[in-house]
């Protein structure tokens, strides 16, 4: 491998990492806060597809599709917290395990009722529908450097709020000690509800963006909630930060080891999480 | 004496019951066991399959051999762990005539092995692993539609012809996808082609970024690739998208652009594949098909509609020279191993290990159709060699 070309899956790695991160977000909120293993998180990642794909039929515009998409993902998260985890809170983890495992089977059948089992794309939007040439022979969408783009800003903003604000100090907080944020006088119902509306339309909005880089089809979410769970156990449960390292490594490793070692490939993520689960047990940043 | 009374009385009923029973089977409606996905990835597949096979159907009006037909439509969810017990439950407890299914192939194994022990006619409209007709072949399994090696060997010679000399190969890593790669690598190599290098991806990871940088630093002179349904789009897209197309031409098995040929939009243009349909080929079954399938589903057929319609077919043409008559199990798959239709992908008959002989098409996707350039292979037989029956 040259030099230009080991640079360029280099920025594969860093543009599969970054989304990755975009979505295990989402994850690792729900989870370290609220304590909730969101199996259904990759069903919304599909959902947030779909959406935009509908909705930029519909409207004729891929910018609108995702501006009217995010409100619907956040409405969807504000009611499922609402109407089924609420109850479920005082109850053993088993139970939330068991429901969210229950929205993936609703969500993929209502998902197979509205839009049916053939594939879909969503045409790579105006103005970043062109390429740059990489190497002699290659080529690299400019759109997914806009995605790049995003996803870094999204990372920033989501420390900035997590850092530097009374937000932020409430959720810190709350990821190690629930009863005593609740003791002093936070009403954890209402941030819980917020915590999960934000993690499913971060999950949703990451499915919105990704859409024209992919294929839009059922079960697209199935795959990509297991690589998630792996990047939020390497990262740390709970840590914005474990998530945006953990989600580097993942993608660096994920693009090195296809090509340097592919026999390995589909287990070399397996095997950095056991090692960083032999080091540090509850992970990176924990 | 009045033990004698008893006994004879209990054997006129049994025989009466008999009698009744095999006058049943063959009055009765046939019943067909529909073991396709309904929910999930392969949602597309069976559905289809399951329009092409009414749709032959209704065109008898709704008979076979004069006999009405039952259908039992059974979600296989494409879930090789539930394979046995939904295959018993069609044909122990739904008393099947015929099973239909399944489009997976890790299902089929599961079936197959019901297949054997209860003697169920079995045709599998699409799953193609080879071993079905192979080294697992038995005389009441049919298949309808092809098996992996089948439509990508006539893809070596066609890739040779071209002038295609270094060809990188990439597919997932799972059976499907390696006997697929093998067909087209033995066809190639025997013409003197190269195989550069040959990846495998995770099955079943759409992330394909790693891969295309790989593949545009081995500079082969093409690529050859097996992927399908979503999969098979994100790949088609993302090579169009690498720039890769134009210098290396994407060759591929028809199932890495069958069914998805508007998702594709313009990356798909050019791309060549060899498959044994294509919605444009120009026959009058094809024709008459096309048009019926349209009218009747508002949609375009694709090859796994035509599959369907082909079993449809087939078991027409069976019960037609039987009148209905299922009750001698030997005769049925005898004349199920002799029917030859004039299908719309071709003539269409059946080897002796019941596998499809038929064309497999050469075809280039222009303005967003497969349009049929050449028959890569005329009547192509698959070689089955450790099939004994």
């Known amino acids: ?286 | 004496m009045k033990t004698f009374k008893k006994t004879s009385l209990a054997a006129l009923m049994g025989t009466s019951a008999l009698i009744s029973a095999s006058v049943m089977a063959n009055d009765g409606p046939v019943k067909l066991g529909l073991m396709l996905p309904y929910s999930g990835t392969y949602t597309a597949l069976g559905e289809a399959i399951t329009n092409g096979l009414k749709l032959a159907i209704e065109q008898e009006g709704n008979q076979l051999g004069g006999r009405e037909v039952e259908y039992v439509q059974l979600d296989s969810e494409a879930d090789p762990s539930k394979a046995p017990q939904n295959m018993s439950r069609l044909v122990n407890g739904d008393q099947v005539d015929f099973v239909i299914g399944p489009v997976h192939s890790g299902v089929a194994m599961g079936m197959l092995r019901v297949a054997k022990q209860t003697g169920a006619i079995t045709i599998i409209p699409n799953a193609g692993l080879g071993a079905a007709t192979n080294e697992l072949c038995m005389p009441n399994v049919f298949r309808t539609s092809f098996s992996m090696w089948q439509d990508s060997y006539p893809m070596g010679k066609v890739a040779y012809d071209q002038g295609h000399r270094k060809i990188v190969t990439i597919t997932w890593d799972y059976a499907g996808g390696k006997e697929d790669l093998a067909g087209f690598e033995e066809a190639f190599t025997a013409e003197g082609g190269e195989i550069v290098q040959q990846i495998l991806v995770p099955f079943p990871s759409t992330e394909f970024q790693s891969y295309l940088t790989q593949i545009a630093s081995l500079k082969p002179d093409a690529v050859y690739t097996f992927f399908a349904g979503g999969g098979g789009v994100s790949f088609v897209r993302d090579y169009a998208a690498a720039g890769l197309k134009e210098s290396m031409p994407l060759l591929g098995s028809g199932f890495l652009t069958e069914g998805n040929l508007a998702a594709l939009g313009d990356a798909g243009e050019g791309v060549m594949t060899t498959l044994h349909y294509a919605e444009t080929l120009e026959n009058d079954a094809n024709q008459s098909f096309v048009s019926a399938y349209e009218n009747a589903y508002g949609e375009m057929p694709d090859t796994y509609a035509v599959q369907g319609y082909d079993t449809g077919m087939m078991l027409v043409q069976a019960l037609n020279v039987l009148g209905g008559d299922t009750s001698d199990k030997e005769r049925l798959i005898n004349v199920l191993a002799n029917v030859e239709l004039a299908s719309p992908r071709g003539p269409l008959s059946f080897s002796d290990s019941h596998h499809p002989i038929q064309n497999i098409y050469l075809r280039e996707i222009r303005d967003g159709k497969h349009e049929v350039v050449s028959i890569a292979s005329e009547n192509l037989e698959v070689p089955d060699e450790a099939c004994q029956m």
């Not at chain 1, 069903?43 to 509908?54: E, S």
């Not at chain 1, 190497?135 to 850092?163: E, P």
Request: positive net charge; glycine residues 10%; aromatic residues 10%.
């Open chain 1, 1 to 286: 491998m040259d030099l230009a070309f080991f640079s360029v899956q280099l920025l594969n790695g860093l543009q599969y990492g970054l989304l990755l991160f975009l979505i295990a977000s989402g994850l690792t909120l729900i989870f370290g806060i609220m304590g909730i293993i969101n199996l259904a998180h990759g069903a919304m990642y599909m959902i947030g597809a779909y959406l935009v794909y509908d909705l930029t039929l519909r409207l004729g515009n891929f910018w609108l599709a995702i501006m009217v998409a995010i409100p619907i993902a956040i409405a969807l998260g504000l009611v499922i917290e609402r109407l089924f985890l609420d109850t479920l809170y005082k109850r053993d983890h088993l139970y939330q395990v068991l429901l969210t495992f229950g929205l993936i089977l609703v969500l993929n059948e209502a998902q197979r009722i509205i839009w049916g089992g053939n594939v879909h794309r969503v045409v790579v939007p105006a103005p970043f529908d062109f390429s740059i040439q990489l190497t002699d022979n290659m080529q690299y969408s400019v759109y997914r450097l806009f995605v790049m783009g995003v996803c870094l800003a999204l990372a920033g903003v989501i420390y900035w709020v997590i850092r530097h604000t009374r937000l932020g100090i409430i959720i810190r907080a709350g990821a190690v000690n629930r009863d005593m944020v609740e003791g002093l006088g936070i009403n954890v119902r209402t941030l819980f509800t917020l915590i999960f509306s934000v993690g499913v339309a971060l999950t949703a909005f990451a499915g919105m963006i990704a859409a024209p880089l992919t294929s839009i089809a059922p079960g697209m979410g199935d795959s990509i909630l297991i690589t998630c769970f792996v990047v939020v156990v390497i990262g740390g449960i709970g840590s914005i930060k474990g998530a945006f390292w953990g989600a580097i490594i993942i993608g660096m490793a994920t693009t090195f080891g296809a090509v340097l070692i592919p026999s390995l490939a589909s287990m070399v993520i397996y095997l950095i999480m056991a090692a960083v689960l032999l080091v540090k047990p509850r992970g990176l940043f924990a």
